[in-house]
Every structure is written in C-alpha cells, then in structure tokens.
C-alpha cells in the first residue's frame, strides 16, 4: 500500500490516508479490548476519526446523522442496505453518547457489526474506483452531497 510506504519513509499523507490510517488503529483497539464500553468508545473514535468533518455553518447535522449518512453511501449498495447501515451507525452512536455522558442505557455489541463495515469502508477507500482519486474528507462529502440531490 502506497501510504503505508510513505508513512514509513516519513513522507507527508494526505488528509485521507492520515484518517485510513488513525481510524484503522482505533479499530484495532475496538476489536481487541474486552470491556464493552471501551470497544463501542473506540468503535466511535474510529467513525469519527475517518468521517467526522465541521463543515462550519451555523445549522448542521448532528454528528450522529453525518457519520451516518456517510458511512453508508461508502459501504451500502442500495436504498434497504443504506437504511440498514445508517440506522445501526445512529445506535451504535447512541450508544457512545450513553456512556460518555453517563446515560442508563443497556449496552449491545453491535459495535462489532460496525467494526466489520468498517473495515469494508477502508477496504472501498483504498480500492474502490469510485474513490481512487480522492485526497481528502471532503471530496468524499462533496460526492454524497451529489448522489443525495441526484433523484
């Protein structure tokens, strides 16, 4: 992998290979640990690192929707798939905001279903054509933005 060789000869990565990269180690710590809390936590990081983006207006989405939205245009194929994704990306959310904020909320592990889509979203990033010449987070929101205004 191209990055990799970069980031071993201390060549500069752009914005999206440094975001693979960090949301990939943290997704290692997610799969490795053994407390719950701390997998879905670092589950989130990971979510955040990769596709979290202050796109600076005054009214935005919640984190929660817009990692949501655009974690399931990389790794969705169809409308029912996208649903799917998007809703399990807006629980497994919930679920960090329940333990960072000190809710009651009954944990699941269905942090490990969004680790497994994770990886699948790497994997589309580094392979896919459709993201071949992208270089930064935003180029990434710019073609969501596109495929949400194209009906």
Known sequence: MEFLRKKHNNE????????ILNSALALG???????TKNSI????????????????GLFQKSIGEKLSDIFSFIVAKNLDARLEVGG???????LRSAIVHGGDKELSSE?????????LA???????EK??????????YD????AQNSY
Do not use: H, W
């Open 143 to 146: 073609q969501l933005k596109r």
């Open 88 to 94: 399990l990306v807006k629980r497994v959310y919930g």
């Open 111 to 119: 942090n490990l279903t969004v680790n497994f889509f994770m990886r």
């Open 29 to 35: 710590e997610s799969a490795i640990t053994n407390d």
């Open 12 to 19: 500069k990565l752009n914005d999206l290979e440094s975001r």
């Open 131 to 140: 993201f071949s010449p992208m270089t930064k987070l935003q180029d990434i």
């Open 122 to 128: 790497i994997c589309e990033l580094l392979n896919g």
């Open 41 to 56: 936590i670092y589950t989130c990081i990971s979510l955040e690192i990769l596709f979290s983006l202050d796109e600076g």
